[in-house]
């Protein structure tokens, strides 16, 4: 998967309505954002105190995965934009687990998941994704102490943008 993203991945980040540069506009002064699976780190530069990570990109601020990340402080804010739909159900829990423990107990969580057309290339590159559904955003969100605030489509091609919330 690493080789598909250092080779092939580009950057979609002004095509997102929602989770693209307008999700800047969310962040309070003062607050402390992790990015988590970062990519080319486009977020950098417009949010202070923003932390990205990713195991593939010299951009990121760490190249680390979310599983080996190690942070000093918790996080007010975390983006996982396209980032938490890779492998099964269980390596996702896992993964929410990790993200969830890094949260200050006041705190949002900003999720996009991979439109059809994302999927359909992360597939045949022979990418295992998991096919989040409505029920899974919101029942995980309760299951790791957070309450689901939205689901809104994001971008022209089924791409989600879900918002959980925990205060």
Known sequence: MNQYFRDKWKSRFN???????TLVNSIKPGQRVLDVGCGNNNFKGYIDNLIGIDPVFNDADEITTI????????FDV?????????GNKQHILNQL???TSLMEKSSIIHFRSNSSEEKKRYLKA?????QWTQ?????LAVKFGFRPFGFYPDGKDGTIHAIWIRN
């Not at 095509?15 to 540069?21: H, P």
């Not at 599983?67 to 918790?74: D, P």
């Open 15 to 21: 095509y997102y309505d929602r989770t693209g540069i």
């Open 78 to 86: 975390a983006f996982c934009l396209d980032s938490l739909i890779f």
């Open 126 to 130: 022979g990418i295992e994704i998991f």
């Open 97 to 99: 687990d990790k993200v």
């Open 135 to 139: 029920e899974d955003y919101f029942t």
């Open 67 to 74: 599983e080996n990340y190690n942070a000093k402080n918790k």
